[in-house]
């Protein structure tokens, strides 16, 4: 549509009776597909799913710009901005999808928990993904204490694990074991086997961090079977790159380039932008390791502009220290 055109259509929307109306069903609409594109953001058509949200980015903007101004329909905002985490984070939007969950969360007092957790949730997932520790622990442990009175098992567990993870990026290894401890029998518990082989994929992390590179090496093992029985392509590339870590750590260096060049590859159908930075960074570790410095240069230098877009403080300074 003409750019005049559309503006003359807005104007006579916002201008008649039923524009309220017709901006709740829109809204409703959009709502209604992030709940469908969240289901397969962790199976075999993520890709496909995180696509066609992609090609909706305009509408979900103003759907979540209508709800933000309107205090009755908040709520709407919140759900549809939390569904989209996977979306918000994979392909970039992490700027992006922080602004809009933290500004709806505003006035979330005012709103049922009911209507808030999953808000909760990934507005600390995002907070994570740019290294705001305090912020993202705020955000998981109200999340955690609303799921505790709901009685919301899986999301319990869900906490404990991300709770977890952010003790081991401090490097608080007993905190973040404990952690992840507590959220296996809940997992089993409740049978949902995609998250025990996730927190199994943590916990490795963890015991990698601390050194314990044989227990580490078996727990990735056991979760990217996990993964390749859901054909979770993001977790199975997260935890290649995991196993390509210790390998370089051990001094098996072509095993690591084997690694991290499968995990590279997935991460990059997936359009998954941390993730691709991540396995980047180890790359030009690796290239430099073996003494390939104009590789190491290239490919850190992609990783550092990846980083420095995404806002990983963490991720930006540790591409900068290799190609110091």
Same mark, same amino acid.
């Given at each position: 549509?003409?750019?005049? &055109? ?6 006579? &929307?916002?201008? @008649?009776?039923?524009?309220?109306? &017709? ?31 992609? @090609? ?10 209508? !709800? ?16 989209? #985490? ?6 970039? $939007? ?44 705020? $955000? #998981? ?29 401090? /490097? ?14 809940? $997992? ?5 086997? #995609? ?88 790359? /030009? ?17 992609? !990783? ?10 963490? /991720? ?9």
């Amino acid at each position: 549509m003409l750019e005049t &055109l559309w503006e003359y259509a807005r104007e006579r &929307l916002d201008a @008649s009776a039923e524009a309220g109306v &017709l901006r709740r069903a829109h809204a409703a609409y959009f709502l209604s597909l992030a709940y469908q594109a969240e289901r397969h953001f962790f199976g075999a058509e993520q890709g496909l799913w995180l696509d066609r949200i992609e @090609s909706e980015l305009d509408n979900i903007r103003a759907a979540l710009a209508w !709800s933000k101004a309107s205090a009755e329909d908040r709520a709407i905002g919140l759900r549809l901005a939390g569904l989209l #985490w996977r979306f918000w984070e994979m392909r970039g $939007y992490i700027t992006e999808g922080r602004t809009w969950l933290e500004g709806l969360l505003v006035a979330r007092h005012t709103l049922p928990r009911e209507a808030i957790w999953f808000a909760l949730h990934t507005a600390g997932n995002l907070a994570d993904d740019q290294d705001d520790y305090v912020q993202a622990e705020q $955000y #998981w442990q109200e999340c955690l204490a609303i799921c505790r009175e709901l009685g919301n098992r899986t999301f319990i567990g869900h906490m404990l694990n991300n709770l977890g993870n952010l003790a081991t990026a401090q /490097g608080q290894y007993d905190l973040a074991i404990s952690r992840y401890e507590e959220a296996f029998p809940i $997992y089993r518990e409740i049978g949902n086997r #995609w998250a025990y082989g996730l927190a199994t994929g943590n916990l490795a992390w963890a015991l990698h961090m601390r050194g314990d590179y044989v227990r580490a090496r078996e727990l990735y093992g056991e979760a990217l079977g996990v993964m390749r029985e859901r054909n979770d392509q993001r977790s199975i590339a997260n935890v290649l790159c995991g196993l390509g870590a210790i390998a370089h750590d051990l001094g098996e260096l072509g095993e690591a380039e084997r690694l991290f060049e499968e995990s590279r590859g997935l991460h990059e159908t997936l359009g998954s932008k941390p993730g691709l930075a991540t396995v980047l960074t180890n790359l /030009g570790a690796l290239a430099w390791r073996q003494g390939n410095l104009d590789r190491a240069e290239n490919v850190l230098q992609a !990783s550092l502009a990846l980083q420095q877009s995404l806002g990983s403080r963490v /991720g930006i300074a540790q591409a900068t220290l290799l190609l110091a």
